[in-house]
């Protein structure tokens, strides 16, 4: 699985665990020019920022989560 992102995306990371909540985080630098990572991503539920290797849990979104996708972004 190749993983690409560029800055501004976001980062939607699924929990293993039914009870917990989605999180997710805006891509605030993509260290590699080919959009590989790691991240570093701004996250929303704590406002604190890290560096992510992103798991198989995670996506990568254009659009804000809780927002619909644009028509342009499918």
Wanted: charged content about 20%.
């Amino acid at each position: 699985m190749t993983v690409h992102a560029e800055v501004g995306n976001w980062l939607v990371v699924r929990s293993r665990l039914v009870d917990q909540p989605v999180r997710a985080g805006q891509i605030v630098d993509v260290s590699d020019p080919d959009g590989s990572p790691p991240y570093v991503v701004h996250w929303l539920d704590d406002e604190r920022t890290s560096v992510v290797f992103p798991g198989t849990d995670a996506v990568i979104a254009t659009d804000p989560p809780g927002r619909p996708a644009s028509p342009d972004h499918g």
